[in-house]
């Protein structure tokens, strides 16, 4: 295994047939909305239904709103508004459904590795679920109906969490960011559409949902996710033989080993580079479950909402450089 693909993810946009899209419903309706989605799954026969749970977004704070999207369970759109907004997990947080986002229900499905046919399954099954107890906006020429255009038809985005650090060096992100637009694909930052590639993690996900099925669009994102693994892995080959990028790599564990002070934007490249030495074989004495776990917690706001409390940003640069020391 390879560890380039760290997560795979599943997402179904639907509406429901009798209310207009979130955009043009006010705080009432929003609310009647949300509640008419959370009283069907709680009132099917599901088991599901005892393994959820419903927060408003308005009971939250800001970094509660905010460790949401660092933990890819919200987008950051989603977060910004909290008017009749609300947000349904499962117990182990592999699931998420965002209610009034762009649309009335975005049901995401979040996989470790590289297990989007397993991902859809079950995003599949919960579609289903939802559709037996609401009546979804559809059209039999346009397929599921969304506000935006662009998710017209299946409603189904998917994507893959890459790590891709030797590619990100060589500059070839560019390059391949062009050409994944002629396949009806587009690779963005960590955090989705207008981010930035934080320790070079790329989000690869399908455009097109109108006029093709959701296997023929998962089967072209896992073959060109699979390209560009190949790739990756025999860029960072290359570069691996250069003592010089063998010495950045060892170097980058050392001081997330020995730091006192680390701001998140160096803890993400440094752990990039350690990641890169477990794949490249230049680090033996690191675990990549250990490294993973660790770009999760150290974001600014999953820390300040783990730790209970509000940190000034040297107390947030004081206690990753010790969550990081304490994993490692």
Known sequence: MNNIVMETR???ARNLKKYPFPCRLNLQQKTEVANVIIDSIKNSNSPLADDLEVIWIKDLSESERISLVEKHLASPEFVTDADGRAIILSKDRTMSIMLNEEDHIRLQILQKGDNLTEAYDIADKLDTLLDE????????????????PTNLGTGMRASVMLHLPALKAGKAIGRISGNLQKLGLTIRGLYGEGTEPEGAIYQLSNQVTLGISEQSAIDNLKNIAGQLESQEIAAQKRMAKSIEAQDKLCRSLGILKTAKLISCEEAMELLSNVRFGINAEVIDSANINTIDKLIEKIQPATMMVESGRQLSPQERDILRAEIIQSEL
């Open 133 to 148: 107890n609401l009546e979804f906006a559809f059209d039999e020429k346009l397929g599921y109906l969304t506000q935006c």
């Open 10 to 12: 599943i997402r179904l």
